[in-house]
């Protein structure tokens, strides 16, 4: 069967939802089309670029019905750049459309009937992002860029400033382009592999002011480090730690294994609520620290913690989780599969003197039930897993031990309905889940889910 309209016809659509990636979608005799830039509830007229065997491609032409929440999107690279996918729907819209997604998503995936409820958002949706992580290069006539890559692509859209990243970022992000050719640094080119600086990261911690740049270099001698540190001493004047990271393969991840100290301190200190936490140039640490204490708070209510319960927290990274909920449970035990992680947890709970935490690198689905076997059963299990959701032979050990109150804390919350499916099949019943927004501006949306054993 052919798909009922073909490339470059106009046709005039509404808008029904939006994709995980934020585009429109408009239905022709139940045929989608994916299209940038428009919103539910919208009326728009629009050309067609693509069809394919169950789905197609348009361009707006003309936004004839406009939604009562679209607006002028603040940043002049917002359609150029990857980083924001909803500048052009107000903030308002925004979690009234994650909210609907969340619902949508868990009765559609996993046929979940529980409440939930309204989106929890931010005061000030702006400048919020801890952590900078700048591409650099350099331009056909050699200048050096530096800015976020377009959209599914890794070409640099050259920027001065970021709305979602802090003031510090900015700075580097304006200026050290400017004075690279001074100081005799060259950016990198990924094609050719030449050059020497790769990417600039910058890190400030919300509670202390500190900020940490780090500065990845191709090459681990780096002639030009005193120039380099006095450069960034005089764009960032409350910098506090100037770090080089070293990655001489011919990749696109940012790190490379090596990190010398080039300047102050090797960490910076940050807190999330009463807790304080080490960060160094390449820990796990979330990029929205006023959200992250939201998100945290709304996990420890949800375990309803009196004082005697021992807590499995699967996934537990350097510990975030962990020392939250340990503040309040007789004994916290953390998992995670990465062992520097685990150090990173270690040393945290001896930063905060906590005394009532183990934690052990390792699969969860492996150490949990050996840990069972020796007598250290949970009264209270918290898992906080990457996009791709549980480990299935971690959701089966869960069925199998069965804690009493499960807390689930999601960044995707397909794979979240998915896996409350399986936990509801085996026993458990879905409470209430709270959706928190991390990403203002972005179609990503974080929810934390109350599961009790019935």
Same mark, same amino acid.
């Given at each position: 069967?052919?798909?009922?309209?073909?490339?470059?016809?106009?046709?005039?659509?509404?808008?029904?939802?939006?994709?995980?990636?934020?585009?429109?979608?408009?239905?022709?005799?139940?045929?989608?089309?994916?299209?940038?830039?428009?919103?539910?509830?919208?009326? *728009?007229?629009?050309?067609?670029? +693509?069809?394919? &065997?169950?789905?197609?491609?348009?361009?707006?032409?003309?936004?004839?019905?406009?939604?009562?929440?679209?607006?002028?999107?603040?940043?002049?690279?917002?359609?150029?750049?990857?980083?924001?996918?909803?500048?052009?729907?107000?903030?308002?819209?925004?979690?009234?459309?994650?909210?609907?997604?969340?619902?949508?998503?868990?009765?559609?995936?996993?046929?979940?009937?529980?409440?939930?409820?309204?989106?929890?958002?931010?005061?000030?949706?702006?400048?919020?992002?801890? +952590?900078?992580?700048?591409?650099?290069?350099?331009?056909?006539?050699?200048?050096?860029?530096?800015?976020?890559?377009?959209?599914?692509?890794?070409?640099?859209?050259?920027?001065?400033?970021?709305?979602?990243?802090?003031?510090?970022?900015?700075?580097?992000?304006?200026?050290?382009? &400017? @004075?690279?050719?001074?100081?005799?640094? #060259?950016?990198?080119?990924?094609?050719?592999?030449?050059?020497?600086?790769?990417?600039?990261?910058?890190?400030?911690?919300?509670?202390?002011?500190?900020?940490?740049?780090?500065?990845?270099?191709?090459?681990?001698?780096?002639?030009?480090?005193?120039?380099?540190?006095?450069?960034?001493?005089?764009?960032?004047?409350?910098?506090?730690?100037?770090?080089?990271?070293?990655?001489?393969?011919? =990749?696109?991840?940012?790190?490379?294994?090596?990190?010398?100290?080039?300047?102050?301190?090797?960490?910076?200190?940050?807190?999330?609520?009463?807790?304080?936490?080490?960060?160094? *140039?390449?820990?796990?640490?979330?990029?929205?620290?006023?959200?992250?204490?939201?998100?945290?708070?709304?996990?420890?209510?949800? *375990?309803?913690?009196?004082?005697?319960?021992?807590?499995?927290?699967?996934?537990?990274?350097?510990?975030?989780?962990?020392?939250?909920? *340990?503040?309040?449970?007789?004994?916290?035990?953390?998992? @995670?599969?990465?062992?520097?992680?685990?150090?990173?947890?270690? #040393?945290?709970?001896?930063?905060?003197?906590?005394?009532?935490t183990y934690f052990e690198a390792g699969p969860a689905e492996e150490v949990i039930p050996r840990w069972y076997k020796e007598g250290k059963e949970a009264d209270v299990l918290v898992v906080d897993p990457p996009?791709?959701?549980?480990? @299935?032979?971690?959701?089966?050990?869960?069925?199998?031990?069965?804690?009493?109150?499960?807390?689930?804390?999601?960044?995707?919350?397909?794979?979240?309905?998915?896996?409350?499916?399986?936990? @509801?099949?085996?026993?458990?019943? =879905?409470?209430?889940?709270?959706?928190?927004?991390?990403?203002?501006?972005?179609?990503?949306?974080?929810?934390?889910?109350?599961?009790?054993?019935?």
């Open positions: 069967m052919s798909a009922p309209v073909k490339k470059n016809d106009r046709l005039t659509v509404y808008i029904e939802d939006l994709t995980h990636d934020g585009n429109g979608v408009a239905k022709v005799d139940g045929y989608p089309l994916f299209i940038q830039g428009a919103l539910p509830s919208e009326t *728009a007229e629009v050309h067609v670029v +693509k069809t394919l &065997k169950n789905y197609g491609f348009a361009k707006v032409v003309e936004i004839l019905e406009p939604s009562s929440d679209r607006v002028d999107a603040p940043c002049e690279y917002f359609k150029q750049c990857g980083g924001c996918q909803l500048q052009h729907l107000s903030y308002e819209g925004q979690l009234k459309w994650k909210e609907n997604m969340v619902r949508n998503v868990m009765q559609r995936i996993g046929k979940i009937d529980a409440p939930v409820l309204p989106v929890k958002g931010m005061e000030e949706p702006w400048h919020y992002r801890n +952590k900078a992580q700048i591409p650099f290069s350099s331009n056909e006539a050699g200048q050096a860029i530096a800015g976020f890559y377009k959209t599914k692509s890794h070409s640099i859209v050259d920027m001065e400033r970021c709305l979602i990243q802090t003031g510090e970022a900015d700075a580097i992000l304006a200026g050290l382009k &400017k @004075e690279l050719a001074a100081i005799g640094v #060259r950016p990198y080119n990924e094609l050719s592999h030449e050059g020497m600086l790769r990417h600039v990261v910058v890190r400030k911690a919300r509670a202390t002011g500190e900020v940490m740049v780090v500065l990845v270099t191709k090459k681990k001698k780096f002639p030009q480090k005193d120039a380099a540190v006095a450069t960034i001493q005089k764009l960032v004047p409350n910098v506090t730690s100037i770090m080089q990271n070293v990655n001489s393969d011919k =990749t696109n991840v940012i790190f490379g294994d090596e990190t010398v100290n080039l300047w102050g301190k090797d960490v910076i200190i940050d807190t999330i609520g009463d807790v304080r936490f080490e960060i160094s *140039a390449r820990s796990f640490y979330q990029v929205n620290p006023e959200q992250t204490e939201v998100l945290y708070k709304q996990a420890l209510d949800y *375990a309803n913690l009196q004082g005697d319960e021992r807590v499995i927290d699967a996934y537990c990274g350097i510990g975030t989780i962990s020392l939250f909920l *340990a503040q309040q449970a007789k004994a916290v035990m953390g998992v @995670e599969i990465v062992p520097q992680a685990i150090e990173d947890a270690k #040393r945290n709970a001896a930063l905060n003197g906590f005394t009532n996009r791709k959701g549980c480990d @299935e032979a971690l959701l089966q050990t869960i069925l199998v031990q069965r804690p009493k109150r499960v807390v689930y804390v999601s960044c995707n919350p397909a794979t979240l309905a998915r896996d409350l499916r399986i936990l @509801e099949d085996g026993g458990y019943q =879905t409470q209430e889940i709270q959706p928190v927004d991390m990403f203002p501006h972005s179609t990503h949306c974080e929810a934390v889910a109350w599961l009790e054993l019935v």
